[in-house]
């Protein structure tokens, strides 16, 4: 198993769980060597471009952008790969550290689900990166706007100028997209949203794409320099020309799931924070059992 850990912060309790369980079940462990002063000596470390490959699963330790990180080292040789929250929950992550040894014999067993998870294939400039959120041309301070033209299968349908234009997966509609403006799109469909941000002139409204057409964005002359982000990581920067090509991939990225339909409710609760309408009942649904025994005993007591 490959160890996918927070770039920053302390992993020592999960990895302590995971080395103890490896242990037990004579399970070998892994991790990118830049990572190897991280972990317990008995976890093999190795160069990251052979993580992935080498692996039969990874775990993530850490939030969604942990995840997004492990999903992404494996977009070539799609591994399963579970995610376990530091914090707050995610998106993505499922397993608390409480639930994790079950989890991993779980995961050892077989008895799990796998939510497969589409990436956008992208050329920048002529390099290859993916994202499994979105990707961002995004304009520096102070240096005006993003300008940049749209092609949608080699014909194109107009312009952007505005403060940023992000496009991304169904997954990443609930992240910068929809901050821009953008709509939720269902996780169990196909598509593409291309979301300027704060737009001044040409295009104004998110459009959606089918995954089957190619996009590409390129910038206008006098466009302000730009930097790209993938998935919330600066991938280049002070852009001033050039293009990105763009291209949807299905199953491009394999999620360990235990329980799918407790996973949609948290992310039903999760979505309530973006203001979509949840009626009372609904919202009590999506409490934790504890919460909700608690919360109906407080009813069902007579007023003093």
Request: aromatic share 4%; hydrophobic share 40%; glycine share 8%.
């Amino acid at each position: 198993m490959g160890l996918v850990l927070h770039p920053t912060r302390d992993v020592s309790e999960v990895v302590g769980i995971i080395e103890r369980w490896a242990s037990r079940h004579r399970k070998s462990l892994m991790v990118r060597a830049e990572d190897k002063h991280r972990v317990p000596s008995s976890v093999a470390p190795v160069p990251e471009r052979e993580l992935a490959g080498r692996a039969d699963a990874l775990i993530s330790i850490g939030g969604d952008g942990t995840m997004l990180g492990a999903l992404r080292s494996a977009v070539r040789d799609p591994k399963p790969v579970l995610g376990v929250h530091l914090g707050r929950l995610g998106f993505l992550v499922e397993v608390d550290p409480r639930a994790l040894p079950e989890a991993l014999s779980r995961l050892l067993s077989k008895n799990f689900t796998i939510e497969s998870h589409a990436c956008l294939a992208c050329d920048v400039c002529g390099d290859d990166v993916v994202a499994f959120n979105d990707i961002a041309m995004v304009r520096q301070p102070g240096s005006g706007f993003v300008t940049a033209t749209l092609a949608v299968n080699g014909q194109r349908y107009g312009y952007y100028r505005c403060d940023a234009l992000v496009v991304s997966t169904p997954t990443g509609s609930t992240a910068y997209s929809y901050a821009a403006g953008g709509p939720l799109i269902s996780p169990a469909a196909d598509a593409v949203v291309v979301t300027p941000s704060s737009p001044m002139a040409g295009i104004s409204r998110a459009v959606v794409l089918s995954p089957e057409e190619s996009i590409r964005l390129e910038l206008r002359p006098h466009s302000a320099a730009v930097a790209i982000e993938m998935d919330g990581l600066v991938f280049r920067d002070a852009a001033t020309e050039g293009a990105v090509d763009i291209s949807y991939r299905r199953d491009a990225g394999l999620v360990v799931r235990f329980d799918p339909r407790r996973h949609q409710e948290r992310n039903q609760l999760k979505l309530s924070l973006l203001d979509l309408p949840f009626l009372p009942d609904q919202l009590r649904e999506l409490l934790p059992e504890e919460l909700r025994r608690e919360r109906d005993q407080r009813e069902s007591e007579p007023p003093c």
